[in-house]
T-cell receptor, first 113, second 113 residues
Framework: AQSVSQHNHHVILSEAASLELGCNYS??????LFWYVQYPGQHLQLLLK??????LVKGIKGFEAEFIKSKFSFNLRKPSVQWSDTAEYFC???????????FGRGTSLIVHP | SQTIHQWPATLVQPVGSPLSLECTVE??????LYWYRQAAGRGLQLLFY??????ISSEVPQNLSASRPQDRQFILSSKKLLLSDSGFYLC????????????FGPGTRLTVT
């Protein structure tokens, strides 16, 4: 069974700091990769996704993620965070043709102004 | 455009009482539907999914059941709630076909007392 690991459970940053959230998965075959974000009081929503092609994926609000197949990783990055990026971030992986993703435990990000 | 509704938004129920949470999707046909439970620091746990009316798959043995009486309606139920059923329940949908991106509802906060 697929497993997804998010190693950073709680991250606290100051505005303008750079962000990288780790995501690793276990399945070695074809995967579809996602980052979802849940802002306080809002729906869980898609931040970015990777299905195929360029392994560097750009999403909304200046976020990007890089798929490194050899490392089974899909880390989320942002060069300069803002207070409004305070949220919970979830990595998800759908593998082997399944339309059902496996979610990581989530990372709580707090950005201080 | 498509929208997803969940109700109620919050619910406080005594142990042993029944439960019915409802999810409806508008603006699409034959969606895949999902029920998740979100626990703090534990990510999203898939409870049930459905690829069509009357077709329900259970991912985890639970004190819960799901039904899909109409194409765009998904109901989560229990005959007798347990304390351990407390949590945040999310409904999600994906378009019929091979799209893996999920769209989430606002969730229901259930507290069993």
């Amino acid at each position: 069974a697929q497993s997804v690991s998010q190693h950073n459970h709680h991250v606290i940053l100051s505005e303008a700091a750079s962000l990288e959230l780790g995501c690793n998965y276990s399945y070695g075959g074809t995967v579809n990769l996602f980052w979802y974000v849940q802002y306080p009081g809002q729906h869980l929503q898609l931040l970015l996704k990777y299905f195929s092609g360029d392994p560097l994926v750009k999403g909304i609000k200046g976020f990007e993620a890089e798929f490194i197949k050899s490392k089974f990783s899909f880390n989320l990055r942002k060069p300069s965070v803002q207070w409004s990026d305070t949220a919970e971030y979830f990595c998800a992986v759908a593998s082997g043709g399944s339309y059902i993703p496996t979610f990581g435990r989530g990372t709580s990000l707090i950005v201080h102004p | 455009s498509q929208t997803i509704h969940q109700w109620p938004a919050t619910l406080v129920q005594p142990v042993g009482s029944p439960l019915s949470l409802e999810c409806t999707v508008e603006g699409t046909s034959n969606p895949n539907l999902y029920w998740y439970r979100q626990a703090a620091g534990r990510g999203l746990q898939l409870l049930f999914y459905s690829v069509g009316i009357g077709q329900i798959s259970s991912e985890v043995p639970q004190n819960l059941s799901a039904s899909r009486p109409q194409d765009r309606q998904f109901i989560l139920s229990s005959k007798k709630l347990l304390l351990s059923d407390s949590g945040f329940y999310l409904c999600a949908w994906t378009p019929w076909g091979d799209s893996y991106e999920q769209y989430f509802g606002p969730g229901t906060r259930l507290t069993v007392t």
